[in-house]
């Protein structure tokens, strides 16, 4: 096979094979290669112990060299750090907790290494010292060019498992007794489902079988595990759907999400022509990688909600509290968790929208009322409220959400006026200076506490908080006399 690879990965293989230590390049970088994707990440496996891998690499960085694994970090001519990771061949015994061998062998032999690898798909590899790449001139290796580019090299495949074959078919298929693997490594079955849906690949049936079989060893791994693999499954994946089934079919799905499961069977009645689960699926693939987990969670409390008549009153906000419980069960970040809850609260707006509304749009709303006519759009303070609620930072992906939503149903009454009708009103408000946070308005904590002489009191945060909304409904009113006036009344009335 012909691969490309860089000059800090051939650097890597050359320190060891000139130490007289074998270096073969293993698992993804290949599979990627023969699959016509470029590589991202670049493993090499060797005979040389981790304590000598350590010495050959002063600035490897030695987290897993309990396991035998090293990062090895090289630098190309302009001083990047590149990472390679630099694992002893080894086997391993007697895993614990679903996930970790608490007996690792280091070996001597390329295919007895391989043969603990997951799926045939990464258990291929090539011999750097096939074609004397440790033995390339320094002329050439040490030049700018080499060092800051690629190069191209023939080499024969080492394939025990039939893992190219498995590729050209276009199956997932472990090394092995898939019983064995699982029970190894309870993380596997879910990578299983990963690659599939990832590189459109089928599950090879006593694979799949064989999942069912371990759940219980998939339960033991630790959730942040789990994510992690979901999340890749999520947005690696060009149609998640495809995925999120094959957790569901084999079980894995209810082990982290059984929420998900829940709407399936749940009906939606008009606009819709899919039940809960299929929705939110479908949902998924057509969103945009930045709310793909927000699609997926926007319906997740319809279920609890039902009415069974069609109607789902409050899912959204229920939704929101939801979806802060499961990615709180999932270890996401607080970051992560406050902007995907935040666009499944808000993913049910409604900004009215039609042609008649859209000509009335134009006009000053007194001049509106004056003709008689119903006001259905909303006010520029509707529209302010609506920007502080779901945040400005927020608006695009809130739009996204709602775009996917809507266009997921083949029955859909939305049109996509709506968002370009309301984008259009939060430029025009957003051009005005409005104050949209307390920090926009023309006074402080600071300024009340000393027009009034008070002490830090929770009042004073209740005070700003109403006159924005003053200020919201009413941009003249930002003014410091008149805050001022406003604060006065409404402690008078609270305090």
């Known amino acids: 096979m012909q691969i490309e690879i860089p000059h800090y990965v051939v650097s890597v293989a050359r320190i060891l094979a000139k130490e007289g230590f074998k270096a073969y390049l293993v698992a993804g970088a290949i599979r990627d290669t023969l699959l016509g994707i470029e590589p991202h990440d670049y493993d090499i496996a060797t005979d040389a112990l981790p304590e000598q891998l350590i010495a050959l690499f002063p600035k490897s960085i030695a987290v897993g060299a309990q396991f035998g694994t090293v990062i090895a970090v090289q630098q190309d001519s302009h001083g990047e750090n590149f990472q390679v990771e630099v694992t002893t061949l080894r086997n391993e015994e007697d895993y614990l907790q679903g996930r970790w061998p608490s007996k690792v062998n280091f070996v001597r032999n390329l295919e007895e290494d391989l043969q603990r690898r997951d799926f045939t798909i990464n258990a291929l590899a090539i011999d750097f010292a096939e074609k004397g790449i440790a033995y390339l001139e320094h002329s050439m290796v040490d030049t700018e060019y080499a060092m800051t580019h690629r190069h191209h090299y023939e080499f024969t495949l080492l394939d025990y498992y039939n893992g190219q074959n498995d590729l050209a078919n276009k199956v997932i298929r472990t090394v092995g007794n898939p ?33 069912k079989k371990c759940l219980n060893v998939s339960s033991l791994v630790s959730v942040e595990r789990v994510r992690d693999e979901f999340m890749k499954l999520l947005l690696k994946s060009p149609k998640p759907s495809i995925g999120l089934n094959l957790l569901k079919d084999s079980g894995l799905l209810q082990l982290f999400l059984p929420e998900l499961i829940e709407g399936i069977g749940v009906e939606q009645g008009i606009g819709h022509a899919f039940d809960v689960y299929d929705h939110s699926l479908r949902t998924v693939d057509l969103a945009p990688d930045n709310v793909k987990l927000a699609a997926l969670f926007h319906d997740i409390a319809k279920p609890k909600t039902s009415t069974n008549d069609g109607h789902f009153y409050g899912h959204d906000q229920k939704g929101a509290d939801m979806t802060e419980t499961i990615m709180r069960r999932l270890k996401f970040s607080n970051a992560e968790i406050k902007e995907v809850s935040n666009l499944v609260r808000w993913h049910m707006f409604y900004y009215p929208y039609n042609e008649a509304e859209l000509k009335e ?85 600071n300024d009340v506490m000393i027009e009034f002489s008070l002490q830090p009191n929770p009042i004073i945060g209740q005070a700003l908080n109403y006159l924005l909304e003053q200020v919201i409904e009413d941009p003249n009113l930002n003014d410091k006399t008149q805050l001022l006036h406003l604060a006065k009344e409404f402690i008078n009335k609270n305090a």
Not at 186 to 200: E, N, W
Not at 370 to 387: M, P, Q, T, Y
């Open 179 to 211: 019983v064995t693997r699982f029970t190894e490594d309870g993380l596997r079955p879910y990578r299983a489902c990963r690659f599939a849906s990832q590189l459109g690949f089928s599950i090879e049936q006593q694979t799949f079988e064989a999942i």
């Open 361 to 445: 749009a134009g006009k000053p709303t007194q001049q509106i009322e004056e003709e008689g006519k119903e006001l259905k759009f909303w006010s520029d303070g509707a529209v302010r409220r609506f920007i502080r609620r779901v945040g400005l930072e927020n608006i695009e992906n809130l739009f996204a959400l709602r775009i996917a939503d809507a266009t997921s149903e083949p029955v859909s009454m939305w049109a996509p006026e709506e968002i370009v009708a309301l984008q259009a009103r939060i430029s025009k408000v957003l051009e005005e200076d409005n104050a949209l946070k307390i920090s926009d308005l023309a006074i402080n904590g």
